[in-house]
């Protein structure tokens, strides 16, 4: 399975013809080097998460060449980046940048149209371009992983100083996260909100270099680029996120002081029909900052399959596995058998530490038959460890484990946005489980709760090499995106297949955002080269053609 060949051929660009492409693909050659520019013409690799492929998701809902890159380009500064953007409008061939190409569960590294030249940045552009240590920031190339960041502060030197904020999995690119606006764990754990100035490649057929916020200054902005997000006049850092208005090719982004002390903590809770009332528990201490970070209440189910066993282990029924086996199996673990586990940190010396833990207690406690796991108690090996070094910053690969719970584990993940209320939670669940039922497929949430927020997390795991289990998967998550708009919740993020879908559920005052977008697209990108599609912006020459899935 790591090799695929392509039965379809090179996937060439729609619109334009195979010899016009192979053309324009040797001038691109002569302008970077034939090396740093790769044909996919035969086969392409999966890999596995480190090494994982750019030319398409490894972890695809669809088949593998649907949505696959025609070629792979390795731009090693900001003016060859500008070449390949001029080289892009001259040719009229679709281009998708990517950081690292990490981003499983939403796509992977895969373009959203069939044989975009995707543009590889981290390759060759990987160098940490500064760390402010007055300041507690950094300034980093889209190369830069969670890793390689918290690498450079301990070889500085600065591991106790200063910390990182790190997703689930800490191979990802600071920056392609960032822009994707994807969320970690500790209280800079809203990755985007705690950014600090952009440069940006523009994708007009100039290709327009800019600075954001304080960058833009004429002189010495590098002064505070990264200590205020934003300078003066219109703030525009936010049309660069989720979008394709721009290359990103620098970005600044705040570090976390040591606080002086951490302490992980972790419930249980035995009932699924404690969830509501806990949200209630957790939404005033959260926003009083009492519960700091961006924290996990998870379900029992996911707890058991982040042990990384396949499902077969417990259960080879047909349909989601039955309550009572997962608690028969939980009842062996650390855990006990429970419905929810929430995971928290508190920070700061232990003295302030255990005000705040002996009001969390007391609160989580009014909850019947909620427990405090003594994290003395747990080996070394238990998944509260890994929930442990992510809420303090160190990047970890645990969390990938639960992705073996299918054969061929693939997922894509459901993510809608609410407020942190019980009745909130409850609807999402209750709609989550029916159409997990529905579907046959194992329901596995995780509520991520911001300040004011949560996003709801809900992993689809399902055998890349079942067509059928991939298309009860996409129905799944499809429904769920319409069951949710009609309650009035909106996806945070979504996969690239899912991008029209959710897109099209934010159409208050008869799609006013969306037809603000396509008029910033229009302006912005003439030509209509850059990411066609993605987050369901399509350029004036695809627009309305039948590339909306
Ligand atoms: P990329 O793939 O490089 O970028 C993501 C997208 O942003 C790209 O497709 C592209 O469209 C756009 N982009 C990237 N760079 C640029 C640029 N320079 N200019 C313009 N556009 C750009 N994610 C979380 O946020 N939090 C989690 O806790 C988390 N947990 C995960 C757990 C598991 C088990 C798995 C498999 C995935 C998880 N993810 C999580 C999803 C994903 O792995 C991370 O978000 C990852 O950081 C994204 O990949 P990347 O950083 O390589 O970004």
Redesign the pocket.
Known sequence: SDTIHLTRGLPVPQGISKPAFLAAIDDLKSALGAEHVQLNDTEIKNGW?MEHPNTHDM?PLFDFEEFVASAVVYPSCVAEVQMIVRWANKHLIPI??????????????APRVRGSVTID??KRMAKILSINEDDFTCLVE?GV??YALHEELQRRGLGDKMWIDT???G???????T??R????TPYGD?WACHSGLE?VLPGPDAQVLRTGMGALGVGGENTWQCFPYGFGPYSDGI?S?S?F????KMGMTLMPNPGGFESFMYTFPNESDLAPLMEIIRPLRISNILENVAQLRHGLQTLSVKGHPRTKYYSGFGPMPDAIVRTELEKTATGACAWVYYGMSYGPAPIRKLKLDLIDSAFKQIRGAKKIDPATLPADEYFWSRDRIASGTPDLE??K??NWMPNGA?AAFSPVSPIRGADATKLYELAKKRHMEAGIDLMPAF?VGLREMHLIV?IVYDAADAGMRRRAEKCLRDMIDDAAALGYGEY?TH?ALMDQVAGTYSWNDHALMKFNNQLKDSLDPNGIL?PG?CGIWPQRYRNRGWEL
């Open positions: 998460y972890m998708f940048p990517i950081s690292m190409g990490r981003n499983l569960g939403y796509g992977g590294a940045l981290g889209p992983s969670f997703p689930d999995l191979g990802g690119s600071v920056v392609g996260n822009v994707d994807g969320v970690g764990y990755h940006v660069f989720q394709n721009g290359i990103v090719t969390e990938l639960w992705v997922h991520c992993e993020r690239i990411a993605r």
